[in-house]
């Protein structure tokens, strides 16, 4: 009986030890974490100890014969596990979803609408006791004496990424556009239309058309769907010109943009959020760069016959173009020679008109100039 006891003693001393010395062998997959409709999944991560670990709350140093690299327990079934905490996002980041659960508990929830990340509570084991097997601290059970695993502490490990849940709502689709006219969502000639999408939430997929929905209403380009997040999007350059490169937003004309944001890991939902804006006139700006904006001043302003431009640069790598029109949007003059900085406006009826510097192309500056007979 006492021989058996001690074969007995000798296997499992043999399995404790080869498990001890097998476990750098084993596969450190990473975590993986996915999304869908109401439901996340976890996947992945490193095969799971074959040895048992204790936490310091369980564990002590026996008398008669312990110390701090030999430890006995009297809960030998309080064995640590790892588990898995959800955190869900708010308008202050990530809060904790609940408690801390097993990877089947986690992946079996019913979650609501939102974006959701993961953070792995790993037992670890000590390696401080250099004179023990891999430096463990090992523990025994206190009733038998017969060594039972090591003593770890709890690892977080953050699974990289974010997942959603559910398909994008109207809520989540909050973009705007930035708007540098007086009024929103209109814009002068040659402005930069630029939506921002920073705030829109719970999508990893986005497509942004636009429409002319004034004159030729057939005009209409498209980004196709793409993956995101986007913090800002040029709506010109990026969209409108895509399929033609030659395209502007005219002036006079008014556009519809449509954003729509998708989940790929809900398959079958998306949400489209639609908005207008118009280009105005070079004759009837939307707005006036007033000379503290630009530092140009036209003067004298009112006039009889000529003005000058004060305050103006030029560059000369860059081509310019001088228009002025009348307040019913007719161009009554143009000029590419902007060099001299003086203009002879005599011919010009008594009235209000509008001055227009481009540069490239570009509107730079627009100001109202006041002509007197």
């Not at 809960?75 to 904790?96: A, D, E, I, T």
């Not at 006791?129 to 502490?153: A, E, M, W």
């Not at 943009?257 to 939307?286: H, L």
């Amino acid at each position: 009986m006492k021989t058996l006891k001690t074969l007995n003693s000798l296997i499992f001393m043999a399995l404790f030890f080869c498990s001890f010395f097998t476990l750098g062998a084993q596969t450190q997959a990473p975590f993986t974490l996915e999304g869908g409709c109401s439901r996340l999944t976890v996947g992945g991560g490193p095969a799971i100890p074959n040895f048992n670990m204790y936490s310091a709350e369980v564990v002590f140093i026996a008398s008669g014969g312990g110390n701090a690299c030999n430890k006995s327990t009297i809960n030998p079934s309080l064995v640590m596990q790892r588990k898995y905490q959800l955190y869900r996002k708010n308008n202050n980041g990530f809060s904790k979803a609940g408690t801390p659960l097993s990877k089947n508990q986690l992946n079996g929830l019913t979650l609501t609408h939102g974006t959701y990340k993961v953070t792995v509570l790993e037992p670890t084991p000590y390696q401080v006791c250099p004179d023990n097997i891999n430096s463990y601290i090992l523990v025994y059970d206190h009733f038998n004496n017969n060594r039972i695993g090591v003593q770890g502490y709890i690892n977080s490990i953050s699974i990289p990424g974010e997942v959603y849940i559910g398909k994008p709502t109207t809520g989540d689709n909050i973009y705007s556009l930035l708007d540098i006219a007086v009024a929103p969502n209109f814009y002068n000639p040659g402005d930069p239309v630029i939506i921002d999408m920073s705030n829109n939430k719970h999508y990893d997929r986005y497509r942004i058309s636009i429409k002319q929905t004034s004159g030729n209403s057939g005009n209409w380009s498209s980004t196709g769907w793409v993956s995101g997040p986007v913090s800002q999007v040029d709506l010109l350059n990026e969209v409108w010109k895509r399929n033609q490169p030659g395209w502007v937003f005219w002036q006079g004309h008014t556009f519809e943009v449509r954003v729509a944001t998708a989940n790929s890991d809900c398959v079958g939902g998306w949400n489209m959020v639609a908005k207008e804006f118009e280009i105005c006139t070079y004759a009837n700006p939307c707005r006036i760069v007033e000379a503290e904006e630009k530092d140009i001043t036209l003067s004298p302003n009112p006039t009889s016959n000529m003005f000058r431009l004060n305050n103006f640069t030029l560059n000369a790598e860059k081509n310019y173009q001088l228009v002025v029109y009348n307040y019913a949007g007719k161009q009554v003059m143009s000029t590419q020679d902007v060099v001299a900085k003086e203009f002879d406006v005599s011919d010009l009826s008594a009235g209000i008109y509008v001055v227009t510097i481009l540069e490239d192309g570009n509107r730079i500056y627009t100001d109202r100039l006041s002509v007197v007979k």
